[in-house]
């Protein structure tokens, strides 16, 4: 098993990182919030590891800490839930984000994976509830909401679904509701024009 690697970043795919180390370039297969990180040519990288075995293939599934990693690991030992669709879920958010989702029993927050379902989120809330810890869930779930409904205000103003979630990440954590959250963005997208 491979537990993590560390190596010069050389190019990015759609859903990969290649990583050279030792005159060896591995494909590291990530999710979307590793891929939107900035990262120059040459420059120091690691990831934690999964090695998974088909029967056609090996693949390597890259995360920036041992935290992603485990909570990878907890995705795929729910049945119907594959590596692909655990990548997904990272992708979605912040894992303190999921586990709240998973603690408050809201599979409408999970099936906005594509590959989810409603009856495989309903299967991850049974078989994760009591392996996950998730302080202040019902108020995370509250904020997830939020960012949900001021992406789509977003959106609606003609931003890209990608930007308009890049930028609410920036939007400062006290900022609560729907409509200071979208004062805000609109304030960071200004400033960048």
Known sequence: MIYSLKGEFVSKGRDFITVS???????????RRVLERPIKLGEEVEFFTYLHHKEDALDLYGFSNEEELRFF?????????GPKSALGILSVGEISQIEAAIKENRPDLLTKVSGIG????????????????SEGAAQT???????SDAVEALIGLGYKREQAKEVLRKVPKEVRSLEEKVREALKILGRRS
């Open 21 to 31: 180390m030792g005159g060896i370039t591995f494909k590291v297969i990530t999710h």
């Open 73 to 81: 690991e907890l995705l795929i030992s729910v049945s119907g839930v």
């Open 118 to 133: 409603h009856k495989t989120a309903e299967r991850i809330i049974v078989e994760l509830k009591t392996k996950v810890q």
């Open 141 to 147: 779930v509250a904020r997830i909401e939020s960012d």
